[in-house]
């Protein structure tokens, strides 16, 4: 069994900070695409950031220059450290990956949710 769990939300002011964290568990051969989503009340989920095996990234522009997505391959953990937040920025964070969990066979994960709220 694989496993996603999401740590790092809370509340914060707007223009600070904060870094989610997504850590996979079980039985992993390698993880490849990773992805944050976040859905805020009412609205549909969107993609926020993405980043490939090897290495390679995409924001929603919304984000852009704000949120760095970044991998450790060690911890089979994905990061998305968050600056400058705004009150827009409010949603459940999700992430959602890729993982090989057995020679040539690939699930798609999706972890429970962290909450980010920001106040103005």
């Known amino acids: 069994q694989v496993q996603l769990v999401e740590s790092g939300g809370g509340l914060v002011q707007a223009g600070g900070s904060l870094r989610l964290s997504c850590a996979a568990s079980?039985?992993?051969?390698?993880?490849?695409?990773v992805a944050w989503y976040r859905q805020a009340p009412g609205k549909q989920r969107e993609l926020v950031a993405g980043?490939?095996?090897?290495?390679?990234?995409n924001y929603a522009d919304s984000v852009k220059g704000r949120f760095t997505i970044s991998r450790d391959n060690t911890k089979n953990t994905v990061y998305l450290q968050m600056n400058s937040l705004k009150p827009e920025d409010t949603a459940v964070y999700y992430c959602?990956?890729?993982?090989?969990?057995?020679?040539?066979?690939?699930?798609?994960?999706w972890g429970q949710g962290t909450q980010v709220t920001v106040s103005s």
């Open positions: 959602n990956a890729q993982i090989v969990y057995r020679l040539g066979l690939v699930g798609d994960y």
């Open positions: 079980g039985i992993i051969f390698s993880i490849d695409a």
């Open positions: 980043i490939t095996g090897g290495g390679s990234t």
